[in-house]
């Protein structure tokens, strides 16, 4: 608990050197401290030396479990960590069209949104968004933000402990909450960071719509499991398909009969997203956005989250608008205009699903409106093109980071 309310601090003093440069210097340590500690108990911990070797051999194939050990020895033995602030800026003009780059040229002080002004005021890009992102990092794990890098070990140590207190039947600890209500004694044995974790980095950057001249955003939302929710989900909407078994590709038909029983009783059907972790559902979440430009942006955060949960598979069920490409856009393999701009656009519920070992799956169901207002979905029919480029920064973040690690 200790760890995780340094780790807010520590998220707190971004934008103050001298205060993150402190907080990091505290917390380094104190997560290293979590295995010593357990060390020094292992003879009243039952099972120890077969859950603690785990841990153990997983730590020393980790990168990032072998920079906190060195990091440790570093600020208690030698100096501070050598850190760097870099300043991101992403240029993204389309799904597929996106230009990265890193510059030092703004004061640590200088908030997001200053940055973000200059910079479109220097360079005004010719549309799209413009993303700026602050950066810490230590010279010794460059490829590594400080948040990401220090979540990452808590997240690793978080795990360890939940198994250690299965193995010894312990119950949860009776440690009361922090003034943060994310800092409790629950364990996530999942090895994954927690919720706030993921989404208070978003504070560190700030998206601008070029064309328009105004900052905007976009809301990923997870859906925790409820009990009673999924009583009146019965009550609303009666026998759901038989649960599936599979990964996400063999889930597509499962979902798609969900998505169809939800756009028929509701007359409207919301962007859903599941990770997939092998054949097991980690995470539930919608995707709220109002434009294109923050649809794409919803998308690079949601691929932000594939990469914390270490999700190797994905499903995403939405309402879409369709149009079949005209004979000269099929000739030159392009669309003049997207489907949302077309007269002749028609409605579809659409599921499509893409794992990390590169294969793809989808299927189409096109929404008919009755004179009553009643929806009718057809049956689904697989389509070719089965990932559309919504999942471009899901493929992207695979392509360059390999596939995840349980």
């Not at 920079?67 to 240029?91: F, Y």
């Not at 004061?107 to 992102?133: A, H, K, Q």
């Amino acid at each position: 608990m200790d760890c995780h309310a340094q780790w807010h601090r520590l998220h707190e003093e971004y934008f103050d050197p001298h205060g993150f440069r402190i907080m990091l210097n505290a917390l380094v340590p104190n997560l290293r401290n979590v295995t010593w500690l357990l060390q020094k108990q292992k003879k009243e911990l039952v099972g120890f030396d077969d859950w603690y070797a785990r841990f153990q051999q997983q730590s020393g194939s980790s990168e990032i479990m072998r920079w906190v050990v060195k990091s440790r020895n570093r600020i208690t033995k030698e100096a501070d960590l050598e850190l760097h602030s870099e300043l991101q800026i992403v240029w993204q003009q389309d799904w597929l069209q996106r230009v990265l780059g890193t510059s030092a040229k703004f004061p640590p002080r200088m908030t997001v949104r200053e940055i973000l002004n200059d910079v479109v005021r220097r360079y005004r890009p010719p549309g799209g968004t413009v993303t700026v992102r602050r950066r810490w990092v230590d010279a010794a794990l460059p490829e590594w933000e400080l948040l990401d890098a220090t979540g990452e070990v808590y997240a690793q140590l978080a795990a360890l402990l939940a198994e250690g207190h299965q193995a010894t039947g312990a119950q949860i600890c009776d440690l009361s909450a922090r003034d943060e209500e994310c800092v409790t004694a629950h364990l996530k044995s999942s090895g994954t960071m927690p919720h706030c974790m993921l989404v208070t980095k978003d504070d560190l950057e700030a998206h601008f719509d070029v064309l328009k001249g105004v900052q905007i955003e976009s809301y990923n939302l997870t859906i925790e499991r409820d009990e009673a929710g999924t009583k009146r989900a019965r009550e609303r909407y009666g026998k759901r398909p038989e649960p599936h078994s599979g990964d996400p590709i063999d889930a597509v038909p499962w979902h798609m009969a969900n998505a169809r029983l939800l756009m028929e009783k509701d007359g409207f059907h919301e962007t859903f997203t599941f990770l997939y972790r092998g054949d097991k559902i980690v995470q539930l979440g919608t995707l709220v956005f109002d434009s294109q430009g923050t649809k794409i942006l919803s998308f690079e955060k949601l691929a932000n989250q594939v990469k914390a949960m270490k999700a190797d598979g994905i499903v995403v069920t939405s309402e879409s608008w369709f149009a079949k490409p005209t004979g000269k856009e099929e000739e030159l393999g392009t669309l003049f205009f997207p489907a949302r701009d077309r007269l002749d656009r028609l409605e579809a519920l659409t599921v499509y699903a893409a794992t990390c070992d590169g294969r793809r799956a989808g299927q189409m169901s096109m929404v008919t409106r009755g004179p009553n207002g009643q929806t009718t979905c057809s049956d689904p029919q697989d389509i070719e093109y089965a990932v559309a480029h919504t999942l471009a920064p899901v493929l992207r973040m695979w392509d360059e980071t390999g596939q995840p690690t349980s």
